[in-house]
């Protein structure tokens, strides 16, 4: 594809060198042509199919034009977003892979059910046992599944409270830690690490990189910590997934700080669900509408977005106030508003005028 792609290229180069060999008065002819073409064509056309060779031309040669002249075109910037968007997922999809375990007998799935409604204090590795008493064996994965699918809770509910409770009751002494990656234009993967204190919704953005170690997460938390350090006596737990990032050392950094740390079960994200909730409006707000150069390009764009967060953006939980701003005192409904662009434009700000 790429030695198709300098083809193509060498034979537009061609062209536009025997343009030089034409008069001016030839060349604004054929312009005035094309673009009358082209507005025909327009007409008749919703949507203009485009190879990859195709995008690839225009998406170079629309930096040549002047600025007025590019809203003119049926490439917008939204369209080469989209195409970002369509590159990266054709990079991080693979092939499918063959069909797995058959499914769970019907009479199977039914004698489970039975067994949770007639025993509720069973857990689902109790009822796995009885089956394979019956001489049904089946795994206790299969039985977790088949519960969890009917709304079912696969364990009696212990004492203590639930995730919900816990994490209202606790809010103003947890810590929510969480990795999440980035593509850049150039299909590159970059990860970036951010902490959230539940009870103030405020954001710390840690660091980021494009080869995420073990080591690498410990300077984070480090970090953290010195960022903290007026606040630590009031913080007692910290929340994280099983990533193989946060290792040993990685927990031993918060526990000489008489701080807990908190495992979240597999594959539940609603478990840390405030961190979570924070990555996937930053996709959608910011990093959804930006193509990422590199990694210096992606701190920025988050470091920008991190002070919004935290100094602007309301929040229902603190009654419509950012982390680190107050609700303003009412002011006059007829006081002027002015817009501030963040990023190009990408967010806007709006405060009002003394």
Not at 170 to 177: E, K, N, P, Y
Request: charged share 25%.
């Amino acid at each position: 594809m790429a030695l198709r792609l300098l083809y193509l290229t060498f034979l537009k180069a061609l062209g536009w060198m025997a343009l030089l060999t034409r008069s001016e008065a030839s060349k604004n002819a054929e312009i005035l042509v094309l673009r009358h073409q082209l507005a025909v064509l327009r007409r008749q056309v919703d949507r203009p199919k485009l190879s990859w060779a195709d995008r690839a031309l225009i998406a170079g040669l629309v930096r040549l034009l002047p600025k007025g002249l590019r809203g003119q075109l049926f490439v917008t910037p939204g369209t080469l977003l989209r195409w970002h968007a369509d590159l990266v997922k054709r990079r991080w999809t693979y092939k499918r892979r063959g069909p797995g375990r058959p499914p769970t007998r019907l009479t199977v799935r039914e004698l489970v059910l039975r067994m949770a409604d007639e025993n509720p204090h069973w857990g689902y590795r109790r009822i796995a046992g009885e089956l394979v008493g019956l001489g049904r064996p089946v795994g206790a994965s299969t039985v977790w599944a088949i519960l969890k699918k009917a709304g079912i809770d696969p364990a009696p509910r212990r004492s203590g409270p639930t995730w919900a409770e816990f994490l209202r009751s606790q809010a103003s002494g947890i810590l929510a830690v969480d990795l999440f990656h980035v593509d850049t234009v150039l299909l590159r993967r970059l990860y970036c690490m951010v902490v959230m204190e539940i009870s103030t919704r405020r954001v710390h953005l840690l660091g980021v990189t494009a080869h995420p170690t073990g080591s690498w997460a410990v300077q984070q938390a480090r970090d953290l910590l010195m960022a903290l350090e007026d606040r630590l006596d009031q913080v007692k737990y910290l929340i994280r997934d099983g990533d193989a990032k946060f290792t040993d050392t990685f927990d031993a950094v918060f526990a000489s700080e008489a701080i807990q740390v908190l495992l979240t079960p597999v594959q539940a994200p609603r478990a840390n669900a405030y961190i979570e909730r924070w990555i996937r409006g930053c996709r959608r707000e910011i990093l959804d509408r930006t193509l990422i150069v590199n990694e210096r390009h992606l701190g920025h764009v988050l470091a920008a977005y991190e002070k919004h967060f935290n100094t602007h953006r309301p929040h229902r939980a603190l009654g419509q106030a950012a982390p680190l701003r107050p609700v303003p005192d009412p002011v006059d409904p007829d006081g002027k508003v002015i817009r501030r662009e963040l990023l190009g434009g990408v967010i806007h700000e709006y405060t009002q005028v003394a």
